[in-house]
């Protein structure tokens, strides 16, 4: 959600409004109804901030300019208490004169009780934010204590919720106190400077140093220093790890969006994740599991717990994980599975699947697991995570930074890393399964291939898209792992060109769906390949031929060589065959390109559709 910047360089250096503007820029994607900064220039406190999009931002410091200054706090929005106006934009300040100012992620859920009490220490407010509570605490604090590290850690004894908060204070130059509890915050580690971000890309194009913080901790943050401690007040250690990415992979090189880049990363995500995880001889090694082969033995039941995206990823993985392990697998929603009594104990394994890692819905499920005794195992894409640390372990999908809002190359990475464990599992069940294993692993490697000869082939769905450019409502139809594939067709739709789209099980269609379709509705159709079980192929094109014979406009994905298909098909959008359990990996991707072209030429914003943030930090 909200975006977190704070910089401490050097004494004679004036770049901390550079370095965070900049950072700023980069985690745009995490919230972006309006964005402010802070610096201490001289003895004070000097504050710029809009409603908007950084452009906002950055055109009212060039009407007012900010002296240059050695620290720095900057933030960008995802408004929760109050609306996006200049107002209720952050920094908030307090204390006399302002002399403090604060940024937050999260929620402060007792901001409430905290404001009435400041009130009536005739405390006056200037927004209706629940950020502006934590503000006048800490400032309250420092005029006690004088010591800013001191004053976060009386603060955050008071606060209930789910936080991140970045402060300054005049009296200290050069510092920048930082807390967390339930919400992302790592260090930078810089030469004569130190940064803080929500997450690595703050500061990605200074350093690739950094450092993970735990829950409940504060940092201190000077231009050579960076000190920890707990929220009980005992000195803590982050761990320090390198960044294995760099700012290039940050940036759009040359593409029109970040999404389009992202889309075409796709054989990459795939490739990377697939990397260094078999020996020679095919068998898989997933020693950085780092839990107990018995342990994994024992699990006699799996559950997937996800939201949006990554939940149909668990959902594709399901079908597979069921067929190679004979476990049990349910995929639940992280926040349903969370408040309802679920079935679990020490022979349950929990997989959170999550490309951010900060999914607090996700989070706040692996701590119910963890309460329950679960085996808890993370699938994720962000180094220095929150949820991998709330794991019993981690296995990293490798698909680099995605910064459009709309979840692409990760979800074919975590389809991917979930086949990983469920391929794992299968080889230490031993037999058959481990036979097979090893002949998906063998398919699996060609799948990076595959998928670019989809891509080479999009020139067709991005002039379709373009034609319906003003549809009002698209279906998507798909079976066993392709009804997945639909969902995720119908929510990249939704979010990006703000289209009314549903996906459903094409055997579902006969149970209501199909009185929806009307003359002229237009519907994808993800057709399982011939070889699939149970005839399935032969059903999902007779539902193509009961739709069309409803009038439907039917735009299929189907296998190379399906010939069955195209009596029926208006369009027929062709992948590479594939075994079925391998399909959603390739028939997903024309449905992210035309997602996005169709949004593109709506004339919105792909990479920040509206409501929208990536990573979503609050339940
Ligand atoms: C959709 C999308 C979201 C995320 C969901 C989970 O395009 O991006 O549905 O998939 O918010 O996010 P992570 O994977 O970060 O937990």
Known sequence: MCGIVGYVGPATDGTALDVVMEGLARLEYRGYDSAGIAVIDGDHVAFRKRSGKLVNLRDEITGRPLSATTTAIGHTRWATHGG?????????????????????????????????????????????????????????????????????????????????????????????????????????????????????????????????????????????????????????????????????????????????????????????????????????????????????????KIIIVACGTAAYAGMVAKYAIEHWTRIPCEVELAHEFRYRDPVVNGTTLVVSVSQSGETMDTLMAVKHANELGALTVSICNTHGSTIPRESDAVLYTHAGPEIAVASTKAFLAQITACYLLGLYLAQLRGGTAADEAQAVMRELREVPDKIQTVLDRMDRVREIARFMADSRSVLFLGRHVGFPVALEGALKLKELAYIHAEGFAAGELKHGPIALIEPGQPVFVIVPGPDTPHDLHAKVVSNIQEIRARGARTLVVAQDGDEAVVPFADEVIRVPRTPPLLQPLLTVVPLQVFACQLATAKGLDVDQPRNLAKSVTVE
């Not at 604060?102 to 209706?128: D, P, R, W, Y």
């Not at 789910?162 to 807390?179: E, K, M, N, S």
């Not at 992979?249 to 040359?254: C, S």
Request: glycine content about 10%; charged content about 20%.
């Open 84 to 300: 996006p106006t200049d107002d209720n934009a952050h920094p908030h300040l307090g204390g006399p004169e302002g002399r403090l100012a604060l940024i937050h992620n999260g929620i402060i859920e007792n901001f409430h009780s905290l404001k009435t009490e400041l009130l009536a220490q005739g405390v006056t407010f200037a927004s209706e934010t629940d950020t502006e509570v934590a503000a006048h605490l800490v400032a309250a604090a420092y005029e006690r204590t004088h010591d800013l590290t001191a004053a976060m850690l009386a603060t955050v004894a008071r606060l209930h919720g789910a936080f991140t908060l970045l402060a300054i204070h005049a009296d200290q130059p050069g510092v920048v106190v930082g807390a967390r509890r339930n919400s992302p915050l790592v260090v930078g580690l810089g030469d004569g400077a130190n940064y803080l971000g929500s997450d690595v890309a703050a500061f990605i194009g200074h350093t690739r140093e950094a450092m993970e913080l735990g829950q409940d901790q504060i940092v201190t943050i000077t231009p050579d220093s960076v000190s920890v401690i707990g929220f009980d007040g005992t000195p803590a250690q982050g761990r320090r790890y390198h960044v294995d990415w760099d700012a290039a992979a940050a940036e759009k090189g040359g593409y029109p969006s970040f999404m389009a880049k992202e889309i075409d990363e796709q054989p990459h995500a795939v490739a990377d994740t697939l990397l260094g995880r078999t020996k020679d001889d095919g068998e898989l090694v997933l020693d950085e599991l780092r839990v107990s082969e018995d342990a994994l033995r024992a699990v006699d």
